[in-house]
């Protein structure tokens, strides 16, 4: 299996970056994915999850209204549009299913939001 992320780069606060998740080695459409971030000397947590089933979304608090998680299927792709981004948005961002399967983390991308 190997995970890719994209999409990440510099932006202002109030900015926008839509990060794509590419799956490949197996199909996602039946496993619950999430994005989780990870900021310098901190510890990898969740920030979005998109559950199979009935597509039921979870936001943290910080990222509600701001961040929308999806998936294509067909492309085996998750994606995490984010707007209105501000400096505490700031990490590197990472996906994976929900709970993390060890094995699936792949480099992640950084998104870096100045003031």
């Known amino acids: 299996v190997q995970v890719v992320e994209s999409g990440g780069g510099m932006v202002q606060a109030g900015g926008s970056l839509r990060l794509s998740c590419a799956v490949s080695?197996?199909?996602?459409?039946?496993?619950?994915w999430a994005w989780y971030r990870q900021t310098p000397g901190g510890e990898r947590t969740l920030v979005a999850r998109?559950?199979?089933?009935?597509?039921?979304?979870f936001y943290i608090d910080s990222v509600k209204g701001r961040f929308s998680i999806t998936k294509d299927n067909a492309k085996n792709t998750i994606f995490l549009q984010m707007n209105n981004l501000q400096p505490e948005d700031t990490a590197i961002y990472y996906c994976?299913?929900?709970?993390?399967?060890?094995?699936?983390w792949g480099k992640g991308i950084m998104v870096n939001v100045s003031s």
């Open positions: 994976n299913e929900d709970p993390p399967d060890a094995d699936f």
């Open positions: 998109l559950r199979w089933m009935d597509n039921t979304e």
């Open positions: 080695g197996l199909t996602i459409w039946y496993l619950t």
